[in-house]
Structure formats: C-alpha cells, structure tokens
C-alpha cells in the first residue's frame, strides 16, 4: 500500500535551513494524476498549505512562503525534499506530506508527519 514517511532533523535554530524528506513507499511519484505537497500544523492551529510538487518537477507554494522555500524531488529514490531559509519561531510546526490525487479531489495519503522546532 501507499505509504509516506517524513524525515528530517527535529530542532533546526532560527536563520538556520529546515530540511525535510519524504519517502514514499508502493507507487510511484511520476503518474501526471498525482501531486505531492508539505503540509505544516502550528500549536493551536490548523493546517497550512506549504508547497506541492507535480509529476513533473513544476512547484507551487503558498505566497508568504515562497521567497525562502523550495521543493525538490528524486524520482529514483521516490523521495521529495522541502528546504526552507531563514527559519523563525514562528516556523515551528508539525510537518506533514502527502499525496494529492486527481481522480479524488483530495488529500489520499499522508505520513504521520515530523514535529520541527525552531529554537536556539
């Protein structure tokens, strides 16, 4: 079955590069049908769209994020990387990936997410 799974270190100090990993497990990340995004969860709030990668290395992210992060993917290793700059406390926030897909709609899969903390 689909599986995803998020790694990546857990306390990243503020100015520092957050950089995650998600591999992905059964299936591959180059059917068209498919996206693959970063989502975050802040404490008390809800979830926030981060970025999303197609099939085809094309990306997309939220706007008051786009100056400092980038999404990357390995079809080989069906993995896909987020890196943000400059990170700030405010940054802090369970981070999850998951796969969108067309014929639904909506989010299918997810990870069980990372918690990252940004902290000196």
């Known amino acids: 079955q689909v599986q995803l799974q998020e790694s990546g270190p857990g306390l990243v100090k503020p100015s520092q590069t957050l950089s995650l990993t998600c591999t992905v497990s059964?299936?591959?990340?180059?059917?068209?049908?498919?996206?693959w995004s970063w989502i975050r969860q802040s404490p008390g709030k809800g979830l926030e769209w981060v970025g999303t990668?197609?099939?085809?290395?094309?990306?997309y992210y939220r706007s008051s994020l786009k100056s400092r992060t980038s999404i990357s993917r390995d079809a080989d290793k069906a993995q896909f990387t987020l890196q943000m700059s400059s990170v700030a406390p405010e940054d802090t926030a369970r981070y999850y990936c998951?796969?969108?897909?067309?014929?639904?709609?909506?989010?299918?899969?997810w990870g069980r997410g990372t918690q990252v903390t940004v902290s000196s």
């Open positions: 998951a796969r969108w897909s067309a014929d639904t709609a909506a989010y299918e899969y």
């Open positions: 059964g299936t591959s990340i180059n059917a068209q049908r498919h996206l």
């Open positions: 990668i197609d099939y085809a290395g094309g990306t």
